[in-house]
């Protein structure tokens, strides 16, 4: 909610005021109509995508839509106003820093390759609506009509089918609905359903892989410093890792973040545990958060339910904007936590070092751990 309260035209006005009030008539530079009416416009074109990111969680852009806004604010009063003539110059900065930045953020995902079209039937909303969830699922998903006829899956869905293309063919081809676990491509899934606008959803999530009690030395030395079941690096990985990436910030003053993510059950009254259930979605959201961190991080199990994302070289806003990120799930699993017996919780710590001091891996990680208290149901 306080996000709403930092829209640009809330901000410029007590603004625009303060620069008035220390306006002075003999610096005054009159921009002219035209002009005025041109760089409006496009503050309002700013405003309304604040608006936007807003609505559509894409916090990363609301710091360079705000300094591109009051940049030309800034600008444009400070002139007829009077002000101090380096502050023309101040928001010109502004305006063209955070323009800049925009440009590099929408560079980042304007490459991405489009989705194949849905080869449901156009005509249908119901069609639709399952088509725009099939674009955002990271797991096979499966979308039936009542008599169990595939009208669309996705394309990992369709890597794992031996008869292609699937669509048309029943879903019994594949797995026998109803069931809470099954075997497709040779893997075996846990299973969710859904029926939603008369069409049937599925959803496959792997199921995480037991561990062996007989190991190679290989494979125990690589079980200690990789976690088997998350794919994430281990917590004695951490313990060596870590303090070389706090050692290497500190000598060369660079950022580095920390986030911290606690995720909880809290089942319905009357409802017994459902381990398969919970061990499903916990694979399930950290195959979402592995998909939502670069490359250049490092993501590591530090113990029941609790991960530790390491960001080096991350800005604190940019960092922010990912925790932010990964509280809030995906269509695809919320969609599929509202038929679980329990409520899913998510709290996140967070911590950003300017590598300006020496710090401990005992200090970073107390710090991440006092820090926990930001949630997301």
């Known amino acids: ?9 809330l901000l410029s006005l007590p603004l625009s005021l303060i620069l008035v ?6 610096n005054k530079v009159s921009a002219g109509a035209p002009l005025w009416v041109l760089l409006l416009l496009l503050y309002f074109a700013f405003s309304l995508f604040y608006v936007f990111s807003i609505r559509n969680n894409l916090f990363s852009q609301l710091t360079p839509l705000q300094l591109a806004a009051q940049g030309i604010i800034i600008c444009m009063v400070s002139m007829e106003a009077g002000a101090h003539p380096i502050l023309p110059w101040v928001g010109v900065i502004a305006a063209v820093s955070g323009f800049f930045v925009l440009l590099h953020s929408y560079s980042r995902y304007g490459n991405r390759t489009p989705p ?6 156009v005509d249908s909303p119901s069609s639709i609506s399952a088509a725009t969830s099939l674009e955002n699922a990271p797991f096979p998903y499966v979308v039936t009509d009542n008599e169990g006829t595939i009208i669309d899956a996705n394309d990992i869905f ?3 089918a031996e008869e292609v293309p699937v669509q048309g063919k029943n879903v019994t081809n594949f797995f026998v609905p109803g069931e809470t676990e099954v075997v497709v491509g040779g893997k075996k899934h846990a299973l969710f359903q859904k029926a939603q606008d008369g069409l049937f959803h599925f959803l496959l999530v792997d199921n995480p892989p037991s561990e062996k009690s007989v190991q190679t ?16 690096y281990s917590r004695k990985y951490a313990q060596l890792r870590i303090p070389e990436e706090l050692g290497r910030a500190n000598r060369y003053r660079r950022w580095l973040c920390g986030i ?14 459902q381990p398969t259930s919970e061990e499903a979605f916990l694979a399930a959201y950290v195959h979402y958060i592995k998909g939502s961190i670069r490359e250049s991080d490092m993501g590591f199990s530090m113990q029941d339910r609790e991960f530790l994302l390491l960001l080096p070289e991350t800005p604190q806003q940019g960092a922010k904007d990912t925790a932010l990120k990964l509280v809030e ?3 695809t699993l919320a969609e ?13 710590g967070f911590l950003y070092y300017s590598g300006n001091y020496p710090l401990s891996y005992d200090q970073f990680i107390q710090k991440l751990y006092s820090s926990l208290g930001g949630s997301a149901e």
């Open 329 to 331: 799930l995906p269509e």
């Open 158 to 160: 369709t890597s794992f």
């Open 116 to 121: 194949p079209a849905p080869v449901a039937n």
């Open 260 to 273: 911290l993510l606690k995720v909880d059950y809290t089942y319905l009254p009357g409802r017994g545990r």
């Open 1 to 9: 909610m306080i996000l709403w309260l930092t829209i640009p035209p």
């Open 217 to 232: 030395a290989e494979a125990k030395r690589e079980t200690e410093l990789f976690d088997p079941k998350y794919g994430l």
């Open 336 to 348: 599929m936590k509202k038929d679980y017996p329990f409520s899913v919780d998510i709290e996140y």
């Open 21 to 26: 009030a220390f306006g002075n008539e003999s």
